[in-house]
Every structure is written in structure tokens, then in C-alpha cells.
């Protein structure tokens, strides 16, 4: 597979990561253990480098499946984590990026993916109550001590970037961005652009929804978080199949699959782009991954960009209490 660089932290990694969150966390039961671990390493025999997990996924039972998965591969792959959040006496997901806190959750984190250092250590989310700079600052203690190796942002706004990389270079932002969510492009991509940082999209596929394998029928199990989602209530998922509809027309013309199509435009917008689709099937690691062989002439992304921009995409990407932890 092409390989990209983040930033200009000259992180390289593989045109197209793997999301591992929902391997043991958030869209129903999880899967069996051994069929991950197994599912992780067909990933890296079939040339991806870079694998996506967070101590908040389980929580901690992400890591440590990725942390055995990709053990024998050291040397070989990137493994991104993040710090940030806790889970309150009340089961609630809060912030605390107290610089304390950041030095426990490395510490932690290094022992769960059994590695010495820490490729790339995202702030899960923006906390309100800790000054980005400080935690900048222990974010670059712990590069300085080896055990972090690049410093990372996600669904951070863009004073909280800019303010980040004056103390500490910001290796890469994560954020969702899809053809049905493009909020990033209302300044965040040209920030980003001049400050020389790399973008990773999350939910690349909206959600599995882009893949075109999901109606407004679609029922998802009780545990699955898609379950209070504004956007995959039926009525949204019927209005919003125009946009699959659009993937679909482009793909057929294409030899592709409208995830295919998906994740070809968004490597298309840039070359620091490097989305991390999830996935749980082997036919459908197979199926993201040649998706980096797809090139979009400007023609076809003319011809989306002027049909995606008459499509309204119905309801909210997240519920209210989870879309102001986003952004600040």
C-alpha cells in the first residue's frame, strides 16, 4: 500500500489506517478476542502501519487487544492512542487532562500495548478546565523522556490547535470527516495546511452508513451507540440514502464500492489525509484497503462535489451532550 507522511513530525504511515474501537467497544457485543487479534495481523500482511485505539475503548480492553495483536510487529507499525477522558462514579465518559493524569494514562498505556514508547498520543478531547498549553507541555515531558513519540489532537477547535503547536509540534488532528460530515473543512483543513500538521478522519464511512449496507430497516443492536444517534434515526437514514445513492452511481462507473468511492475522496482532498476506517470482517478490511488504489480523475470529483452540495443531510451527528465536548 502508498504510504503517507502526517505532518511535518514526518510520521509515515499506511494510505489508510484501521480504526480499532469497534473491535471491543461501542457498535454492540464484542467479537471474540482471537478472531481480532487475528483480523489485526491480516491488516498488517496486507501492508497497513497504522492502528488506531484509545483507553477509553472498553475501556482499556482496546489497547490490550491491539497491544497483544501487534506485538510480534514492532518496528514494523504506528499505534495511536489517546488520554483525556475517565469514567466518573456515575459511568459517565468526563474529561481530565491534568498533566498528572496525562504522565499516568502514558505510563498505563505503554504497559496495554506493550511497547516502549508511545508512536502517537492524541488529547481524546479538549478539556475546558486544564489550559492546552499545560497540557502541551506534559505531553512534551514525556516525548523528551522517549515515552511518547508524537503529540496529537482530536475534535480540537482551531485556537486550541493553534495554541497546541505553539508549545509542543502537533503531529496530526483526528476528527470525523466524511462526505456527510465536513465540518472540518470550515477552517480546520487550512489550519492544519499552514501549520503543517496531518488529518486523520474517523467515522470516514459515517458510521458503516456510507457503505451502503445500512436503510432506514437497519435495526442495530440494543448496546450499539448508533442507537441514539440523530442521524441514524429511520427517518434520517431514508432521507439521507441520496448520498449513498450518489457513492453508488459513482462507483458502478468506477468498477468500485461506495465505501471504496468514500474513502477515495477523502484521500483525493489532500496528501496528508489518512483516513482509519473500522471494521470487524475480513472482507471488509480487504475492501477499505483497496480503496487507496482508486484514483478520482477531477471530473469525478467535480461531478460529486456538485451533486453532494444539493444533497441536505438529515439529522444531527451527535447527540447534544456529545457534540459540546467537540470543537473548543
Request: charged letters at 30%.
Amino acid at each position: 500500500m502508498q504510504k503517507r507522511k502526517l505532518g511535518k513530525g514526518n510520521l509515515e504511515v499506511s494510505a489508510i489506517g484501521l480504526g480499532c474501537m469497534g473491535m471491543s467497544y461501542a457498535y454492540g457485543p464484542a467479537p471474540d478476542k482471537k478472531q481480532m487479534i487475528a483480523l489485526i495481523r491480516e491488516a498488517v500482511e496486507r501492508g497497513v502501519t497504522f492502528f488506531d485505539t484509545a483507553q477509553i475503548y472498553g475501556p482499556f480492553t482496546n489497547e490490550e487487544l491491539v497491544g497483544e495483536a501487534l506485538a510480534p510487529f514492532h518496528g514494523q507499525v504506528v499505534i495511536a492512542t489517546k488520554f483525556g477522558l475517565k469514567i466518573d462514579s456515575n459511568g459517565k465518559q468526563v474529561p481530565d487532562s491534568l498533566p498528572e493524569h496525562i504522565r499516568q494514562s502514558a505510563e498505563e498505556s505503554l504497559k496495554r500495548l506493550r511497547v516502549d514508547a508511545i508512536d502517537l498520543f492524541y488529547q481524546h478531547r479538549v478539556d475546558p478546565k486544564v489550559p492546552i498549553e499545560d497540557v502541551a507541555e506534559a505531553v512534551k515531558d514525556l516525548i523528551r523522556e522517549g515515552k511518547v513519540k508524537h503529540f496529537g489532537l482530536s475534535e480540537a477547535g482551531l485556537q486550541t490547535i493553534r495554541r497546541a503547536h505553539a508549545v509542543q509540534p502537533v503531529t496530526a488532528v483526528q476528527s470525523e470527516y466524511s462526505l456527510w460530515w465536513r465540518r472540518p473543512e470550515e477552517g480546520v483543513l487550512s489550519t492544519l495546511e499552514e501549520l503543517g500538521i496531518g488529518f486523520v478522519p474517523f467515522s470516514p464511512l459515517g458510521k458503516g452508513f456510507l457503505t451502503g449496507k445500512i436503510d432506514e430497516k437497519t435495526t442495530f443492536d440494543s448496546s450499539d451507540f448508533r442507537n441514539i444517534v440523530p442521524r441514524f434515526t429511520p427517518e434520517a437514514r431514508r432521507a439521507n440514502l441520496a448520498l449513498v445513492d450518489l457513492l453508488r452511481k459513482i462507483a458502478e462507473r468506477k468498477k468500485a464500492t461506495p465505501a471504496q468511492i468514500a474513502l477515495a475522496w477523502l484521500l483525493a482532498q489532500k496528501p496528508w489525509i489518512v483516513p482509519i476506517p473500522g471494521t470487524r470482517k475480513l472482507e471488509r478490511l480487504e475492501e477499505n484497503i483497496g480503496a487507496a488504489a482508486i484514483e478520482l480523475t477531477s471530473e469525478d470529483l467535480h461531478e460529486i462535489e456538485s451533486a453532494a452540495s444539493r444533497i441536505t443531510i438529515r439529522g444531527a451527528r451527535y447527540p447534544e451532550e456529545l457534540e459540546k465536548r467537540t470543537g473548543l
